[in-house]
T-cell receptor, first 115, second 114 residues
Framework: EPEVTQTPSHQVTQMGQEVILRCVPISNHLYFYWYRQILGQKVEFLVSFYNNEISEKSEIFDDQFSVERPDGSNFTLKIRSTKLEDSAMYFC?????????????FGSGTQLSVL | GESVGLHLPTLSVQEGDNSIINCAYSNSASDYFIWYKQESGKGPQFIIDIRSNMDKRQGQRVTVLLNKTVKHLSLQIAATQPGDSAVYFCAEKDYGGSQGNLIFGKGTKLSVKP
């Protein structure tokens, strides 16, 4: 069964450093997303991406965040200058462009720890 | 130390029994709902979805019921198995909102006793 894959599974970084979280969405999907989950809290929407541009972003997705689809398979989330409160599990998701456009498939996540 | 974050409701059932997990949503404009299962250390896994023009949908061993009058959603799992132990989230999408921008509930932890 096709799946969304994320790397790395764990990332530890120092406050102020830049991190890039990587995702390979399901190959025939057209819509891509990043969500995050702070420990013990709800899964929160960050950003959606379609046709090489951001479709929507939440208030969390401020100027320190950016997304990119550098090639035909990868989808990345960059956090430019990490803060302690960025520590969370970051999930990538994708969906297809047909009637299942809202049916999101999630990866296993990258656990980001900012020290 | 002080505990921070949400305290998840917990449902404990015996293996083989049926489970019912409930969810209340607040936005009457929501037109699409999904149940996700999240096992420890993993991402949310799609279980079943339902649109607002339906009140019931069945899958394999799972049934979702939607009551728009009281804005209530439930997930029924038949013959619950130890592998069903996980946190279950309902999620909703606002009508007219950007697709893929799902609003997740706080989750219910299901524990299945063998």
């Amino acid at each position: 069964e096709p799946e969304v894959t994320q790397t790395p599974s764990h990332q530890v970084t120092q406050m102020g450093q830049e991190v890039i979280l990587r995702c390979v969405p399901i190959s025939n999907h057209l819509y891509f997303y990043w969500y995050r989950q702070i420990l013990g809290q709800k899964v929160e929407f960050l950003v959606s991406f379609y046709n090489n541009e951001i479709s929507e972003k939440s208030e969390i997705f401020d100027d320190q965040f950016s997304v990119e689809r550098p090639d035909g398979s990868n989808f990345t989330l960059k956090i430019r200058s990490t803060k302690l409160e960025d520590s969370a599990m970051y999930f990538c998701a994708s969906s297809d462009g047909g009637t299942g456009v809202e049916k999101l498939f999630f990866g296993s996540g990258t656990q980001l720890s900012v020290l | 130390g002080e505990s921070v974050g949400l305290h998840l409701p917990t449902l404990s059932v015996q293996e083989g029994d049926n489970s019912i997990i409930n969810c209340a949503y607040s936005n009457s404009a929501s037109d699409y709902f999904i149940w996700y299962k999240q096992e420890s250390g993993k991402g949310p896994q799609f279980i079943i979805d339902i649109r607002s023009n339906m009140d019931k949908r069945q899958g394999q061993r799972v049934t979702v019921l939607l009551n728009k009058t009281v804005k209530h959603l439930s997930l029924q799992i038949a013959a619950t198995q130890p592998g069903d132990s996980a946190v279950y989230f309902c999620a909703e999408k606002d009508y007219g909102g950007s697709q893929g921008n799902l609003i997740f509930g706080k989750g219910t932890k299901l524990s299945v006793k063998p």
